[in-house]
């Protein structure tokens, strides 16, 4: 099951490679944006808040760089989902 999984992440096509890259890296950012916030905050309520923000929206950013791929995949026929000789144009 896994090899399956890993194989369809392979044959992408490159624009869904460029969001899942592109969302990765927003992820990490968000989340070392929250860790030196956390490092500053110094018992300020506010920061914490914001920080716990930021680990939030990571995590909604990764679960969209899971969510998006295979529909851009399915909307621009390209790919793996792909139906064979589709994108022979």
């Given at each position: 099951m896994l090899h399956k999984v890993f194989g369809r992440m392979l044959r992408m096509c490159p624009a869904a490679w460029e969001y899942l890259i592109r969302s990765l890296q927003f992820s990490c950012l968000l989340l070392f944006c929250a860790l030196l916030l956390?490092?500053?905050?110094?018992?300020?309520?506010?920061?914490?808040?914001?920080?716990?923000?930021?680990?939030?929206?990571?995590?909604?950013?990764?679960?969209?760089?899971?969510?998006?791929?295979?529909?851009?995949?399915?909307?621009?026929?390209?790919?793996?989902?792909?139906?064979?000789?589709?994108?022979?144009?």
């Open positions: 956390l490092s500053h905050s110094r018992g300020e309520s506010a920061l914490r808040l914001q920080a716990a923000a930021f680990q939030e929206s990571s995590q909604v950013c990764l679960l969209l760089a899971v969510l998006i791929p295979p529909c851009l995949e399915d909307r621009l026929g390209t790919g793996a989902g792909s139906p064979p000789g589709s994108s022979d144009r």
